[in-house]
C-alpha cells in the first residue's frame, strides 16, 4: 500500500521560504509511471494544484505560482520536495502531496488521475 | 476563481439520486478526461472518478460520472449520510504549457 507523508514547518515568516518535504513508502518514486504533485488548500476554499515532477526531474508549475516555486526530488530517499519563496499570508493553507498516475497525452503533456495522497499539513504564514 | 464551475452547494435526502455539475472550456473538458474527488470534513480528497466515468476499486457503484462537450457531471444514487461531503471535478488544462485545473467544490448536504 502505498503511503505519502509531508513534513516540515507549520509556522514560516513572511517574505521567507516554505519548504516541505513529501516521503512516499510502500512504492518507487522512480518509477516511470507517475508524476508527484504538490497540491494546497486554504481553509474553507478549494484546491490549488502547485506543480509536479516526474523521476527525471521534469517539472511542470502553475503559472500563477511558478516565478516562486521550486520542487526538487531525491529518488535515493524517496522522497520530493517543495520550496516556495516570498510567501505571505495569502500562502496560509494545508499543503498535500499526492501521487499523479500517467494515462492520456495532450499537447506534450501526459496527465492522470491523483491516486494517492498524504494526510496534508498545514502551514501557516505569520510573523 | 476557479477554472472549472460547480456549484457551491447541493443536497438530497437519503435515498434520492443528486447530481453535481462541472463547466469548463475547449483548453479543459474539451479535450482531456475529468477526474472527481470526495473530501470529508478534515480528511485529504479522496479519488472517487477517472477518466470521466471510471471507479476506482472499492467505490460504491452508486457514484458515476459522464463527461459531454465541455461539461462533466458526477451522479450519486440511493445517497447516504456518509456521502456528505465535498466534492471536487479536476482536469488537465493544455493552456499556458499545461497545468491542472480543479473546480471551486461542491458541499453536499444530506438532509
Known amino acids: 500500500q502505498v503511503q505519502l507523508q509531508e513534513s516540515g514547518p507549520g509556522l514560516v515568516k513572511p517574505s521567507q521560504t516554505l519548504s516541505l518535504t513529501c516521503t512516499v513508502s510502500g512504492g518507487s518514486i522512480s518509477s516511470g509511471s507517475y508524476y508527484w504533485s504538490w497540491i494546497r488548500q486554504p481553509a474553507g476554499k478549494g484546491l490549488e494544484w502547485i506543480g509536479r515532477?516526474?523521476?527525471?526531474?521534469?517539472?511542470n508549475y502553475n503559472p500563477s505560482l511558478k516565478s516562486r516555486v521550486t520542487i526538487s526530488v531525491d529518488t535515493s530517499k524517496n522522497q520530493f520536495s517543495l520550496k516556495l519563496s516570498s510567501v505571505t499570508a495569502a500562502d496560509t493553507a494545508v499543503y498535500y502531496c499526492?501521487?499523479?498516475?500517467?494515462?492520456?497525452?495532450?499537447?506534450?503533456?501526459?496527465?492522470?488521475?491523483?491516486?494517492?495522497w498524504g494526510q496534508g499539513t498545514l502551514v501557516t504564514v505569520s510573523s | 476563481q476557479s477554472v472549472l464551475t460547480q456549484p457551491p452547494s447541493a443536497s438530497g435526502t437519503p435515498g434520492q439520486r443528486v447530481t453535481i455539475s462541472c463547466s469548463g472550456s475547449s483548453s479543459n473538458i474539451g479535450s482531456n478526461t475529468v477526474n472527481w474527488y470526495q473530501q470529508l470534513p478534515g480528511t485529504a480528497p479522496k479519488l472517487l472518478i477517472y477518466s470521466n466515468n471510471q471507479r476506482p476499486s472499492g467505490v460504491p457503484d452508486r457514484f458515476s460520472g459522464s463527461k459531454s462537450g465541455t461539461s462533466a457531471s458526477l451522479a450519486i444514487s440511493g445517497l447516504q449520510s456518509e456521502d456528505e461531503a465535498d466534492y471536487y471535478c479536476a482536469a488537465w488544462d493544455d493552456s499556458l504549457n499545461g497545468l491542472k485545473v480543479f473546480g471551486g467544490g461542491t458541499k453536499l448536504t444530506v438532509l
Open positions: 515532477i516526474y523521476t527525471s526531474g521534469s517539472t
Open positions: 499526492a501521487r499523479e498516475v500517467l494515462g492520456y497525452c495532450s499537447g506534450g503533456s501526459c496527465y492522470g488521475p491523483f491516486d494517492y
